[in-house]
């Protein structure tokens, strides 16, 4: 049987590759003596390759080269569903969007090739208004260059983990995205205050 049903599974590349575009902060995990290691950094994917960086004192710098197995996580929107959202009799579920990506991770070790990659990604990061460009030429990124390490993920299987109320009857999967629509895009505000 598989897991989770085929159902909640989205194997449609453009769907996966749109949740990785909107919500590119990554969860990524890879294995060390059996002990997970986990980074939330970004990633952007190009040319079949999901490519990123991070600060070489992280520990997880030296799991991701030499084509090491590692395993990026993209989470989409999430919510509680209330039953009270449908017309019919319905149980309290939880609606959630997320990507797995499972590949081999490849150090890109050229200072260019990173400054590149960097560059890259504001450009995608700022979109569509890119209010800020960061030149190849920036001093600060220079200075911190040489602290940075590179990679790009040779990716060998996609899961797509689309959880939301696909096996409800058309009316009721219609009120349970707009229901999760709502919870996203309400105030943070009250959340943040409490944290912060």
Do not use: C
Request: aromatic share 10%; proline share 7%.
């Amino acid at each position: 049987m598989a897991y989770p049903p085929k159902t909640y599974q989205d194997s449609s590349l453009p769907h996966l590759l749109e949740v990785i575009k909107a919500y590119p902060l990554a969860t990524v995990i890879s294995v060390e003596n059996n002990h997970p290691i986990v980074t939330h950094i970004p990633l952007v994917y190009k040319d079949g390759k999901l490519i990123g960086h991070l600060d070489k004192q992280n520990p997880q710098a030296e799991l991701l080269k030499n084509n090491q197995p590692v395993t990026a996580i993209f989470s989409g929107p999430q919510a509680y569903i209330s039953p009270s959202n449908f017309e019919s009799e319905q149980l309290p579920t939880w609606n959630y969007i997320f990507v797995h990506v499972q590949g081999n991770a490849i150090e890109i070790s050229d200072a260019n090739a990173i400054k590149d990659s960097m560059v890259a990604m504001t450009h995608f990061l700022e979109a569509p208004d890119h209010k800020y460009i960061l030149e190849q030429d920036n001093p600060r990124m220079e200075q911190l260059i040489n602290y940075v390490s590179g990679f790009e993920i040779d990716i060998t299987r996609w899961e797509g983990k689309f959880k939301l109320s696909q096996d409800k009857p058309h009316q009721e999967f219609v009120l349970a995205k707009e229901a999760l629509i709502t919870e996203n895009q309400k105030s943070i505000q009250e959340f943040l205050g409490k944290i912060l």
